[in-house]
């Protein structure tokens, strides 16, 4: 039992790439999230996933978007990578809706240069 | 802004101290929790508050939620250098059963 896994650990990009996060939860949870954590600040949400098929906005969308590929993986993508998303980006799951405990996976350290 | 906020931002005490620490939100809530980030690390689940509750204990952790005063705080008593670490609040929204929001933490330091 895995719990929540992220790949890539590490990413340098350069200004204008793309790249796609993954995150896989072995769970069976239904609602998927992911946050953005700047140095020394609280947790951002991005997108979240209340169930498969569904994505939501959240506090901070703007140049992401999301995929929930199936009830276990939701991917992140930055389209065109900007200085500003440099960032540490946690995946997370939990259930049932209204309460119970996230899961977190042990996040992407990526930097834009 | 953010829905929770923590504060202080940063706290050092002395090994076997308690550390108390505070969280305001500003919309009414299903539940509050609090979690734990060590450096570099995700962030774990300590304890949930339902807002029909007012207080609730775990080993060494108290939480108490004013749904009046929109605020909450953590207690850990008897405080261990392995506590040292960032703590937030996380709030659920009544406006939606999945959507959660974090507060920006407090750094907890434990000084031997």
């Known amino acids: 039992n895995a719990g929540v896994t992220q790949t890539p650990k590490f990413q340098v990009l350069k200004t204008g790439q793309s790249m796609t996060l993954q995150c896989a939860q072995d769970?069976?949870?239904?609602?998927m999230y992911w946050y953005r954590q700047d140095p020394g600040m609280g947790l951002r949400l991005i997108y979240y996933?209340?169930?498969?098929?569904?994505?939501d906005k959240g506090e901070v969308p703007n140049g992401y978007n999301v995929s929930r590929l199936n009830k276990r993986e939701f991917s992140l993508r930055l389209e065109s990578a900007a200085p500003s998303q440099t960032s540490v980006y946690f995946c997370a799951s939990k259930d049932p809706p209204g309460e119970g405990e996230q899961y977190f996976g042990p996040g992407t350290r990526l930097t834009v240069t | 802004s953010q829905q929770g906020e923590e504060d202080p931002q940063a706290l050092s005490i002395q090994e076997g101290e308690n550390a108390t620490m505070n969280c305001s939100y500003k919309?009414?809530?299903?539940?509050l929790q609090w979690y734990r980030q060590n450096s570099g690390r995700g962030l774990v689940h300590l304890i949930l508050i339902r807002s029909n509750e007012r207080e609730k204990h775990s080993g060494r952790l108290r939480v108490t939620l004013d749904t009046s005063k929109k605020s909450s705080s953590l207690l850990i008593t008897a405080s261990r250098a392995a506590d040292t670490a960032s703590y937030f609040c996380?709030?659920?929204?009544?406006?939606?059963?999945?959507?959660?929001?974090f507060g920006s933490g407090t750094r907890l330091s434990i000084r031997p």
């Open positions: 996933s209340a169930s498969e098929g569904t994505t």
């Open positions: 769970m069976n949870h239904n609602s």
């Open positions: 919309t009414s809530i299903n539940n």
């Open positions: 996380a709030t659920f929204p009544r406006s939606s059963a999945s959507k959660i929001i």
